[in-house]
């Protein structure tokens, strides 16, 4: 028994061997994914970034071969494609890869616009090709432990919740790097808290389904030299339930933090402290589980779901479908509060 369990190891390590995979885009994501599918055992990598020095640096550092052209990458016989480049060029990119019969995983937002995004999803199902888009938050050990401790009705009906996400854009992930040139500073390129932070309201859906209606403030009110909203506040209605939604690009001290509100108590999880803690009610004792803080588990888990998807011909956690009622969701809040009106889902 253990002998056929072992040979099907090695069979499956040898199919994900010879996968072919192409990464857009040499940023620090791309960087990322790229060294993470070499952890998968995934040694067939081509990669094209349309700045030539930024593909030198990431052959040097991660052993691949570069494409010359962005046609070359769509003409390339390979399994799939990442698409890890500035989120107002998504849709394209993706779509491109999808008719050259690849599968595709989209970095978060799946756009900034809805403009080709349904186009998108008709040419992958029409050639039944995988689409994911990474929201890596829903691969975090703390997130599947909040998952298993909802699905076990620890503290009853969830009347509601807070998420509270908040970062000082100049020492986002790279403090060296100037602000003023990342496409989140830049309108044109769908930067902007709300996209830049589309993690948030993924992570509400994820957790209660879609929201029925909602409403949102926001605006640009810090001195950072953008051109995007660096504050928004988002209240979305569920059936049964409203969730509060607070983005900036302002605290200077990093924080991600949620807290569920139920019958029987709270559950809290914390992604800086990286623990979820149940705090129930009459003086019972709380429950704190912490975890180990690899931040790039996550990714690697997130990579290796989006794999085996392709192998088994499986629907993956976050499908361009699911991505696009999220963005909607993200698009309506803006034109909610430039119009000063509740919007309906």
Known sequence: MTHGINLLFKISIKLIRYMKIIVVGCGSIGRRHIKNLKKLSVDNILVFDKEREQALKVQKECDVEI?????????????????????????????????????????????????????????????????????????????????????????????????????????????????????????????????????????????????????????KFSNLEIDTEDFAEILLKFENKIVEIHLDYLQRERIREYVLIGEKGNIEIDFNEIRVKIAFQNGIKSSVFKFSGDKNQMYLDEMRHFIECIKHGREPENSVEEAIKVLEIALKAKESSNKGKVFEL
């Open 67 to 219: 494409l010359d052209t962005f046609e070359d990458a769509v003409k390339e016989k390979a399994d799939a494609a990442l698409v890890c480049t500035p989120n107002h060029t998504h849709i394209p990119i993706a779509t491109k890869m999808v008719q050259g019969g690849k599968h595709v995983f989209i970095e978060k937002p799946l756009s900034n616009t809805l403009v080709g995004v349904h186009h998108l999803l008709r040419e992958a199902k029409k050639r039944n090709l995988i689409t994911m888009v990474g929201c890596n938050l829903r691969f975090h050990e703390a997130s599947k432990k909040l998952k298993e401790l909802l699905e076990g009705n620890i503290i009853g009906k969830i009347y509601g919740a807070r998420m509270e996400f908040g970062n000082y854009l100049p020492n986002w992930e790279h403090p060296q790097k100037d602000y003023r040139k990342r496409y989140s500073a830049k309108a044109s390129m769908g930067g902007g808290i709300i996209m830049d932070a589309i993690h948030d309201i993924d992570y509400a859906c994820w957790l209660f389904g879609f929201p029925k209606k909602g409403f949102c403030f926001y605006g």
